[in-house]
């Protein structure tokens, strides 16, 4: 089963609105990272957020991280349709002589209307 | 710079047929991956490679075989395709397992 899981799975918001979405996990983490995906498109990296921080900015992006209940938010604000996209959630472990092990979750697809 | 850079971006097998897909990176990163991607899912990794000279399996690794040539490369073999491998396949680098940079995908259709 995958480690990281999105909720919601769909969300359509107008031009204009903020966007959530939230992410659970299972196991400890090393860090917690955000990938968007354009359609038939390659992830492209958001933001990462490690074990020991809270909260995290980037422009219109805000990344939050609670350990104690294995969850993250992604916080978009003042959306465009640009933004129309899949978003990801990814959980690094560390893996013995290997490194960090990145795991996906299933996605939110986010559909920004003009 | 190119990036991560993936071939081919499209293919079409037989049942049974083999094939290798074949990833670069000229970031001088140190890891890179093979996830593969279904349609309305996330990514589930088949193999990683931490370092040159190292492999291991991720979530999915049945059915398929990687190299990893150098520390540029890091190709995937299908030795006998079937209809379940039908996916998406992304090819991925990082620098001490921190952020990944995705190639453009391959998709692949297995008849």
């Known amino acids: 089963s995958q480690q990281g899981e999105e909720d919601p799975q769909a969300l359509s918001i107008q031009e204009g609105e903020n966007a959530t979405m939230n992410c659970s996990y299972k196991t400890s983490i090393n860090n917690l990272q955000w990938y968007r995906q354009n359609s038939g498109r390659g992830l492209v990296h958001l933001i990462l957020?490690?074990?020991?921080?809270r909260e995290k900015h980037s422009g219109r992006l805000r990344v939050t991280l609670d350990t104690s209940k294995k969850s993250s938010s992604l916080l978009i604000t003042a959306s465009r349709a640009a933004d129309t996209a899949s978003y990801f959630c990814a959980t690094a472990s560390w893996i013995k002589a290997a490194g960090n092990k990145l795991t996906f979750g299933g996605g939110t697809r986010v559909l920004v209307k003009p | 710079n190119a990036g991560v850079t993936q071939t081919p971006k499209f293919q079409v097998l037989k049942t049974g047929q083999s094939m290798t897909l074949q990833c670069a990176q000229d970031m001088n990163h140190n890891s890179m991956y093979w996830y593969r991607q279904d349609p309305g899912m996330g990514l589930r990794l088949i193999y990683y490679s931490a370092s040159e000279g190292t492999t291991d399996k991720g979530e999915v690794p049945n059915g398929y075989n990687v190299s990893r040539l150098n520390k540029r490369e890091f190709s995937l073999r299908l030795e006998s395709a079937a209809p379940s491998q039908t996916s998406v396949y992304f090819c991925?680098?990082?620098?001490?397992?921190?952020?990944?940079?995705f190639g453009s995908g391959t998709q692949l259709s297995v008849l």
């Open positions: 991925a680098s990082s620098l001490f397992n921190e952020k990944l940079f």
């Open positions: 957020i490690r074990s020991n921080e």
